[in-house]
Nanobody, 124 residues
């Protein structure tokens, strides 16, 4: 069992910044991919950024490249998402997720554990 808890969501104006934090607990030793997803009302959940804790490899959806940065601290069992130059289209509930599969997975179906989500709202 793995438990994931997100924090750091909030409301910001266009061009602002927010930093999200995911804290993992439980049986975390075999997790090979940590990732952030987001879901806006009426839309499917989509991959935002992913990280391999063992290799440090990262991946991002095209629309956030250069604006968002994912990073992890294995000693603290945390993964962060630094978000800058936020846009209204970034508005969504952001979820932390963990997978037992490697190579920085992107598909929601490959992730075994999910946090409850944290709301990010970007206004014009």
């Amino acid at each position: 069992q793995v438990q994931l808890v997100e924090s750091g969501g909030g409301s910001v104006q266009t061009g602002g910044s927010l930093s999200l934090l995911c804290t993992a607990s439980g049986r975390t030793r075999d997790i090979l991919t940590m990732a952030w997803f987001r879901q806006a009302p009426g839309k499917a959940r989509e991959f935002v950024a992913g990280l391999s804790p063992s290799s440090g490899m990262t991946g991002y959806r095209e629309s956030v490249k250069g604006r968002f940065t994912i990073s992890g601290d294995n000693s603290k069992n945390t993964v962060s998402l630094q978000m800058t130059w936020l846009r209204p289209e970034d508005t969504a509930v952001y979820y932390c997720a963990a997978s037992w599969l490697g190579n920085v997975q992107r598909a929601p179906s490959t992730f075994d554990y999910w946090g409850k989500g944290t709301q990010v709202t970007v206004s014009s």
